[in-house]
């Protein structure tokens, strides 16, 4: 028996390659929630160089810690606090959520600092709902991906109400590093904090922030292009369900003359994803 590691981010995006019937280089862009990474860490907010065979990534969002791994996934309100102390240290804004967990927030920076459970994640998934909690909108999740869906449902509300899209966005960082992009999330959650203690809205928040992930991909993706030519993008991974980022995105891309590719009859998910396994493991296996 022949055994075949796939990387799973690598499976996302062949899986969106083999649904388009695409086997050139593309960038692909993998967000989703936990996936382990070929340097040991949890990812799952990259940015791929990518074929059937091959892969490398090119591009990612800035690690942050889990505390509490997959406690975290369970409890975003964990993860609102690994954000804000990746933007803030320990100078943390008293904003209304420090009020709702101030008796659970030292032992998490404990956690965090000692670097006791919490290992280093790049998740998109997890920034969601992180964002989720900071705007009251989901602390603790009783179902998969609630906190990340009722954020997109509250931020669609504006969308649908404006009936134009939402122009602004929170400020990102993409500096280059050995070669691969990291995206500095920081500056889009003290743009959110200065947000709340204005007394925005959380509608308002949360379509900034979609509109903030759109455009750091666009962004992100014409730095690549510059850097490989490749005017091709695929879009996978569960993060990719959220139809208002999903939409928001392609246009973005679009627009800069971008050829995207996205998924309708195989899930974006992990339910699509022995598809890239397969596909991946055939093309290494005959070699």
Known sequence: IMRIPVQHHHAHIVSCLAENRVKRK?????????????DGNIWGGEFLIADYSHFSRIAQ???????????AVEQPWRMAVSLLMEAFGK?????????????KIPIILGMIEKRINSPLTSSMGRFFDGVSSLLGICDVNTYEGQAAMELESVAGDLFSSSGNLLVQNYRYEIREEKGTFIVETGWIVRGIVRDLESGARPAFIASKFHNSIAEMIKDVSLKIKEKTGICRVALSGGVFQNRLLLGLTLRKLTEQGFICYYQKKIPPNDEGISLGQAIIANEIAKK
Do not use: T
């Open 91 to 103: 100078k943390i804004p008293r904003i209304d959520f420090i009020n709702r967990w101030k008796e």
């Open 61 to 71: 969002l800035k690690y942050v810690s889990l505390p509490g791994g997959d406690r």
């Open 26 to 38: 593309v960038i692909g862009v993998a967000f989703d929630g936990i996936g382990y990474g070929a």
